[in-house]
């Protein structure tokens, strides 16, 4: 039986600071009270995910939580950018060739996440791998990690 995430828990210093900027990054809305607070997000198929904002308790350490992100549409690039408005730390860039990878931020306290490539940009990949650009001209993916080297994104055409 298939399962799925109900919701995913983050410990917070700041909870207002924290609420603010998760509903702003997961284009979501607040649906609790203190000392808790829920943020609804779409998830792209007629439903909603959730997330719980907790206080921290004490000794809390940065970090106890990881989400890995994937946009519907519009560019990585544009949602990292996006991201950074809203108070995100650029980490580490990972790029697979043809303007595909992953890229670990941090939120304002510290917690780390990640966020991929759109899936309407997987969903271009068969018609980039004849490509002589590998998509590594752009300048964001300057200094990136290829940790994979050229990934074969063949099986991408079946989403």
Not at 8 to 25: N, R
Not at 57 to 84: C, I, K, M, N
Not at 104 to 129: H, K, V, Y
Request: one cysteine or more; glycine letters at 12%.
């Amino acid at each position: 039986m298939p399962m799925r995430m109900r919701f995913a828990m983050v410990p917070c210093l700041d909870l207002e600071g924290q609420q603010t900027f998760w509903c702003g990054a997961l284009r979501g809305k607040l649906a609790g009270n203190e000392p808790y607070a829920m943020i609804d997000f779409p998830a792209g198929n007629g439903t909603s995910e959730q997330v719980l904002l907790m206080p921290a308790p004490p000794g809390h350490v940065a970090g106890a939580v990881l989400f890995w992100l994937q946009p519907t549409d519009g560019s990585l690039v544009d949602e990292v950018r996006r991201l950074e408005g809203l108070g995100a730390l650029l980490i580490e860039k990972r790029h697979h060739g043809w303007g595909i990878g992953e890229v670990t931020m941090a939120d304002p306290e510290g917690n780390a996440f990640i966020i991929s490539s759109s899936l309407q940009e997987e969903r271009e990949i068969p018609n980039l791998l004849d490509s002589k650009d590998w998509g590594d001209c752009d300048p964001f993916w300057e200094g990136s990690k290829t940790p994979y080297g050229r990934v074969d994104f063949v099986h991408v055409a079946t989403i």
